[in-house]
């Protein structure tokens, strides 16, 4: 069986993908065994950085999405952190914790790449839901027109990626930043704070690879048919 080039890209972005999944989920588990020294929870931690930086609007709530359910909500203004990081006293709850209170930082000094994302989004969500259609039925009814608008749906949600990734890397270099700045955690703790950090932030530099290799491929069979 023959494979195009960028099908064998695509395979290799989705196995990285995969192993980036359990590279999180490891890495979490791993540090989560790890008290911090300072002995206080990620709700407590996230509440001090948002108040050191003047953020005393932005509410700290407990999600009930489950395991690594945690984020920053711009439209309510509140940190919501999972079970294991609200109550937690370890580097990776720490580590999650004043990564979202980094989104927070980021809302609230109008952080141009976030600004963009959030302008961005309305497409993106479009054309995530209607660009698989547009494909099927471009290529089953032989049109196409169809499959370009399709591409160019696509291309929104893919530079929605795109913009995602300096977003999450500057969220958790504020992270980084402020737990040391502010002597929450040692020097020797940051290296368990960079793993689960770093570990999260290449989900999403292979979820963005898989989707600009797929756009490139829809274009490149796009251009074969016209």
Do not use: C
């Amino acid at each position: 069986m023959f494979f195009h080039p960028m099908d064998i890209l695509i395979f290799l972005a989705l196995g990285l993908a995969m192993w980036a999944q359990t590279k999180v989920k490891g890495n979490f588990q791993q540090w989560s065994n790890v008290r911090a020294s300072s002995n206080m929870t990620g709700a407590d931690v996230a509440r001090y950085i948002l108040d050191q930086e003047g953020l005393t609007n932005v509410k700290v709530e407990f999600s009930k999405g489950g395991t690594l359910s945690d984020h920053y909500d711009p439209s309510a203004k509140t940190v919501r952190l999972s079970d294991g990081v609200y109550q937690g006293t370890s580097i990776s709850a720490l580590a999650v914790a004043a990564h979202e209170v980094g989104h927070a930082i980021q809302d609230d000094t109008k952080y141009g790449m976030l600004v963009l994302r959030h302008r961005l989004f309305p497409l993106a969500n479009l054309g995530s839901q209607l660009a698989p259609m547009l494909f099927i039925a471009g290529f089953l009814l032989e049109l196409t027109n169809l499959i370009g608008i399709g591409i160019l749906l696509f291309s929104g949600a893919v530079l929605f990626q795109v913009v995602t990734l300096p977003v999450e890397f500057d969220a958790s270099r504020r992270a980084r930043t402020k737990l040391l700045q502010l002597g929450l955690i040692t020097n020797q703790e940051e290296k368990g704070i960079g793993k689960v950090l770093n570990a999260a932030a290449l989900t999403y530099v292979a979820s963005t690879a898989m989707a600009v290799f797929q756009l490139i491929k829809f274009i490149m069979i796009f251009r074969n048919r016209r």
